[in-house]
T-cell receptor, first 116, second 111 residues
Framework: DARVTQTPRHKVTEMGQEVTMRCQPILGHNTVFWYRQTMMQGLELLAYFRNRAPLDDSGMPKDRFSAEMPDATLATLKIQPSEPRDSAVYFC??????????????FGSGTQLSVL | DQQVKQNSPSLSVQEGRISILNCDYTNSMFDYFLWYKKYPAEGPTFLISISSIKDKNEDGRFTVFLNKSAKHLSLHIVPSQPGDSAVYFCGARTNAGKSTFGDGTTLTVKP
């Protein structure tokens, strides 16, 4: 049963520390998305990739956030330095890209980040 | 500038009755609309979708209606069941593949 895998599931860190979240998309999927969900907020798009190339990261605070896909099986989201306002659940999702396809996304279980 | 809006944060219905969740959008370039359901401590899961060239899509108890002129879509669940209690996200996708979501509506189905 193919699934998107995110690690860690939970992360507690202190303000100023670097945080790295990892995502393994479903094999064969060529688009990867990072979303953030805060308390009482919806799913906020941070960045997305197609064929490992970043297509849009306009939703991401550039000064502290960075997203990469070192290879087709790994996507990373880094926060450096982290701040308490970054506390949220971060979701990774993958899917098949293609303008003519119904691109439903498959989400991971999320990384619950708490920055103290 | 939020392009997908779900104006009702919550909805409560009685088991067996109809649940109607609404969604409005502003971007005419969206080509697909998708509904996702999310349970606590889990990631969202796909529920049902509709192409921008359709006005209705049905899958079992779930039906999505699209009114392009009004830039409005709705998800109907009939009959509602307690297991349907979850957060429902309305999502929209451009032909470039970018998927944007609303803030979600928390549905509570009472036994």
């Amino acid at each position: 049963d193919a699934r998107v895998t995110q690690t860690p599931r939970h992360k507690v860190t202190e303000m100023g520390q670097e945080v790295t979240m990892r995502c393994q998309p479903i094999l064969g999927h060529n688009t990867v998305f990072w979303y953030r969900q805060t308390m009482m907020q919806g799913l906020e798009l941070l960045a997305y990739f197609r064929n490992r190339a970043p297509l849009d990261d306009s939703g991401m605070p550039k000064d502290r956030f960075s997203a990469e896909m070192p290879d087709a099986t790994l996507a990373t989201l880094k926060i450096q330095p982290s701040e308490p306002r970054d506390s949220a659940v971060y979701f990774c999702a993958s899917g098949f890209g293609g303008a003519s396809l119904n691109e439903k996304l498959f989400f991971g279980s999320g990384t619950q980040l708490s920055v103290l | 500038d939020q392009q997908v809006k779900q104006n009702s944060p919550s909805l409560s219905v009685q088991e067996g009755r109809i649940s109607i969740l609404n969604c409005d959008y502003t971007n005419s370039m969206f080509d697909y609309f998708l509904w996702y359901k999310k349970y606590p401590a889990e990631g969202p899961t796909f529920l049902i979708s509709i192409s921008s060239i359709k006005d209705k899509n049905e899958d079992g108890r779930f039906t999505v209606f699209l009114n392009k002129s009004a830039k409005h879509l709705s998800l109907h669940i009939v009959p509602s069941q307690p297991g349907d209690s979850a957060v429902y996200f309305c999502g929209a996708r451009t032909n470039a593949g970018k998927s944007t979501f609303g803030d979600g509506t928390t549905l509570t189905v009472k036994p």
